[in-house]
């Protein structure tokens, strides 16, 4: 894979009065430059039923609108699991116990111990595709908490009060660089369900992205750049992931087979020199 290499944030054109309008226009513009993904990363995943923090090595892939496939290997190079989402389903493989589970994406956390880990790990790759766009008929709030600007995501149904909203998110930026440096989703019972935090961007080649312009000034383009350390965790801090990324490519060109779209619900046994092989 092409290195990427670190960079100090490049500071965005920052509005004289921020809004929250312009931070959502600023990350649907981010999310439009990515339309595929691969890379290597190493990820550390702790649980119930996990005696140990389990550290392993995987492969991802990405393709919009929304086919995700993401392989877990053990250190020698033998296959893990192989995780396939795509339409708001999920199709799980788990070579060693011969099973393959399939169902609604929404139900993936409630597929006992195996579940949160997983989910956990959806909502860390996020951070690379772009984060969950804001829907139509959800509402925005824009609040400045600790010298960071976070914006709240609330269902269509909630007030614009000042609780935290159930079924809300927050996604808090860095004030200089506008990248999204902390996620928080909450459930229905205004309970936090999960955290995640994104750090040490780097950018991608020399592509650039247009950012929506400011009031009076042109548009801006900016480096594509990538959080390399994404952490997760859960409301009770029971479940973690923890993933650093080894490698990214932005943009290249993926089949059904590197998608995982084909042999539905099949059992197809990998390794990690095959995934890797597909990597430049």
Avoid at 10 to 35: F, K, N
Avoid at 181 to 186: A, C, G, I, N, T
């Amino acid at each position: 894979l092409t290195a990427c290499t670190s960079v100090p944030p490049r500071p965005s054109v920052v509005p004289s009065h921020m809004t929250a309008d312009y931070l959502t226009a600023v990350l649907r513009a981010r999310a439009q430059s990515v339309q595929s993904l691969k890379g290597l990363f190493q990820a550390r995943i702790k649980g119930p039923g996990l005696l140990i923090q389990q550290t392993i090595q995987g492969a991802l892939f990405f393709q919009r609108p929304d086919s995700f496939r993401i392989q877990g290997f053990t250190p020698f190079g033998t296959e893990i699991f192989e995780l396939v989402t795509t339409e708001r389903t999920y199709r799980l493989r788990i070579p060693s116990l011969g099973r393959v589970l399939e169902g609604r994406l929404e139900d993936l956390g409630r597929v006992g111990t195996l579940g949160p880990p997983f989910q956990m790990s959806l909502l860390a790759m996020s951070g690379l595709i772009g984060l969950a766009p804001v829907e139509a008929g959800h509402t925005t709030r824009l609040q400045e908490v600790d010298q960071r600007w976070c914006l709240e995501v609330l269902p269509e149904e909630a007030s614009r009060a000042d609780a935290v909203q159930a079924g809300a998110r927050r996604l808090c930026f860095d004030p200089e660089s506008l990248q999204v440096v902390e996620e928080q989703r909450f459930g229905e019972d205004h309970s936090l369900i999960a955290k995640a935090e994104f750090q040490d961007y780097r950018r991608l080649g020399g592509d650039v992205a247009p950012i929506p312009a400011v009031e009076g000034t042109d548009m801006v383009y900016e480096p594509i750049q990538k959080p390399f350390k994404i952490s997760v965790q859960d409301g009770l801090g029971k479940t973690s992931v923890s993933i650093t990324l080894q490698s990214l490519i932005l943009n290249p060109d993926l089949g059904p087979k590197e998608l995982g779209l084909k042999a539905r619900g099949a059992v197809r046994e990998g390794s990690l020199s095959q995934s890797v092989g597909s990597q430049p």
